[in-house]
């Protein structure tokens, strides 16, 4: 890019975040709403607190726009908030803004449970059943509105909003689920392909997770755990294993991490917590909103638009994804995330073309809201495209095989023994990011990998440069031929772009960075090897044995352009991140420091052992 236009960009970013912070002061917010404060009881008899602000202006009637929430509604009181709904724009068009403790939280009464169940019970509650009551109260009791809902939320709230989908109130008209908590085994948050998610789970649970003996308000909360080493990577590994973690630091105090622990497979209690099978006779729009860098719910983005699909014939269900880390589409320009620019405000596309029209058309019968089924930003290209199906139906599934001396091609290996070998140490893992960091960064999501390239324990394969742009549209699929002398082995595979040796430096660089021969992360994920055939039953490696192993990664959209290079990297850790393998066959919650061993590790790639990263490359 050039000067002038990366002036441009500065400019335009530096106005969005200062108009950003002036059209969000509450004062505009008491100016224009009044808020009142209610305990809506639901049919159990547990009253949620619930947080209302009606616009003053009554010419009109309005609809309900809901955002139900663990992370408190505050401020309580008198206070109002600095701002309504998902933006300022939103806020401006005017809605019934409605926030709600969900039950258990905060100002709400009742027990709270993650990732509620949902009830089989003719009389049961569970978070659909607390929203219908909601819904139904709030369209009964609160005067000029239309009765018309619709319900929004990011992360955690994402979950809630996905849960108000089964049997929904008939006012319910609209649902946006927005990286939603979906999966915390398989892919969200805590757990990735049966992975502990230490790092996350323990800093969130150890504030969150806090019991609440009654309700309170935020100043009356935890104020989360202070670690005594302000470096993660020793953090976690001088804690010596989860259960010298837990042991250390939390006891029994955590109901959900202790759960956590007693669960290590895919049993009954991680079955009852997913809300994907329940996503059926869906009758309100929904449009899924996620970005591919999300480093916490990027799963649950894809996992809930492609059950809503697969199980409703003819709903209206779309999905919006973008280069966006978690929540980034309203909480930034989106012009840029950690080294990679964009070239646009990817966030201002969305928020006028998607989210704003959405509730529009759905609320208020405004406008001429005719989206496409999928509407995708491409990083590389960074251009938006819109597809009649997600995964785009014209793609073509190719395999890019692993080769000997660390090549990278669409042709099939001929040789009858050719593979690498190297050997793991878990009390020496592969760090997932560069440098030294106090907390889990977002940026390791699409940053540069030159640094694990150097480790001895970390194979690498890349491509000649490409004489054609690649464009990959979809899941990823990695195909492995593996042996290992221990009994267990984690596997991550990173897909990745190489910028060639002669791209620029950014102008300005702050930050010195060095983009000729970049190795930007597209995407990654890891495989605990013995979930290789099941989640629910896993199964021992037999030492020194070729075994395969087959995962799916997360959905991409990313152009690899002319003259740059795909790279894949393998590794078994991914330290802090995720937890260490002790690579012996065992419940990794209750291994000991002892336990941990080194590994020789092999990655085969001969004409009967072919192992190969499946891209769903488009027309």
């Known amino acids: 890019m050039n000067p002038f236009k990366i002036f441009a960009l500065a400019i335009f970013t530096f106005l969005s975040v200062h108009l950003f912070a002036q059209e969000t002061d509450s004062a505009y917010v008491k100016e224009h709403y009044t808020k009142i404060e209610k305990q809506i009881p639901m049919r159990d008899g547990i009253k949620l607190f619930t947080s209302i602000y009606i616009p003053k202006n009554k010419s ?167 670690f005594p080493i302000e470096d993660n990577y020793r953090f976690y590994l001088d804690a010596g294993s989860l259960k010298g973690l837990k042991e250390k630091y939390t006891g029994d105090t955590l109901k959900f991490f202790n759960d956590m622990y007693a669960h290590p497979n895919l049993d009954t209690f991680w079955k009852a917590r997913l809300i994907l099978p329940h996503l059926t006779n869906v009758k309100p729009a929904v449009m899924v909103v996620g970005g591919f860098f999300d480093a916490e719910d990027a799963y649950g983005t894809f996992a809930t638009y492609k059950a809503i699909e697969k199980q409703n014939t003819g709903a209206k269900n779309i999905l919006v994804a ?19 620019n964009f070239n646009q405000s990817t966030s201002t ?17 405004e406008g001429d809201f005719d989206p496409a089924e999928a509407t995708i930003f491409v990083t590389g290209s960074n251009e938006w495209k819109k597809f009649k199906t997600w995964p785009p139906a014209d793609t073509t599934s190719k395999n890019l095989y692993l080769q000997p001396q660390g ?36 940026e390791y999501m699409i940053d540069d990998q030159r640094f694990a390239e150097r480790r001895p ?38 897909l990745i772009d190489v910028y060639p040796e002669d791209t620029p430096a950014p102008e300005p660089n702050p930050k010195n960075i060095i983009m000729a021969g970049y190795e930007m992360l597209v995407r990654a994920e890891i495989m605990r090897g013995k979930f290789r055939n099941s989640f629910e039953k896993p199964k021992p490696f037999v ?77």
């Open 60 to 226: 009109v009637k309005y609809p309900f726009l809901i955002n139900r929430t663990p992370y408190t509604v505050a401020p309580y009181g008198e206070g109002y908030k600095k701002s309504l709904g998902n933006f300022p724009a939103e806020m401006k068009e005017g809605f019934i803004f409605v926030y709600q403790d969900v039950r258990g939280k905060w100002m709400s009464e009742g027990n709270f449970e993650n990732i509620r169940p949902q009830t089989n019970k003719k009389n049961g509650i569970d978070e659909s059943t607390d929203t219908y009551d909601t819904i139904d109260w709030l369209v009964k009791n609160i005067k000029n509105n239309n009765g018309k809902a619709g319900i929004y939320g990011i992360s955690y709230p994402g979950f809630y909003s996905t849960t108000s989908l089964p049997n929904a109130h008939p006012a319910l008209k609209a649902v946006s689920p927005q990286a939603p908590v979906t999966d915390w085994f398989r892919g969200d948050d805590f757990h990735h392909k049966g992975v502990f998610f230490q790092m996350d789970a323990f800093a969130f649970l150890t504030s969150f997770g806090v019991p609440r003996p009654k309700p309170i308000t935020p100043a009356q909360g935890p104020k989360g755990f202070k």
């Open 322 to 340: 973008g280069p966006w880390f978690h929540g980034g589409w309203v909480r930034g320009t989106g012009s840029s995330f950690g080294d990679i």
């Open 349 to 365: 596309y969305y928020q006028k073309n998607m989210e704003l029209p959405f509730f529009k058309y759905y609320l208020k019968d």
């Open 407 to 442: 090549k990278l091609a669409f042709d099939k290996v001929g040789r009858t023994d050719s593979w690498d070998e190297y050997v793991s140490d878990p009390n020496h893992p592969v760090p997932y990011q560069a440098g030294v960091q106090a907390k889990r960064t977002r």
């Open 457 to 494: 324990d970390v194979t690498t394969y890349q491509t000649e440069p490409l004489t054609e742009d690649i464009t990959v549209t979809g899941p990823v699929l990695a195909n492995l031929s593996v042996s290992t002398t221990g009994t267990d082995a984690d596997y991550v595979v990173k």
């Open 543 to 619: 030492p020194n044995q070729i075994t395969k192993l087959a995962y799916p990664l997360p959905d991409v959209a990313h152009t690899f352009k002319k003259g740059h290079k795909i790279m894949v990297q393998i590794q078994n850790s991914w330290f802090p991140l995720a937890d260490r393998n002790p690579q012996k066959f065992m419940d990794i919650y209750q291994a000991e420091p002892s336990d941990f061993q080194k590994a020789t590790q092999r990655i085969y790639h001969d004409v009967s052992n072919q192992s190969y990263i499946t891209l769903p490359i488009l027309k």
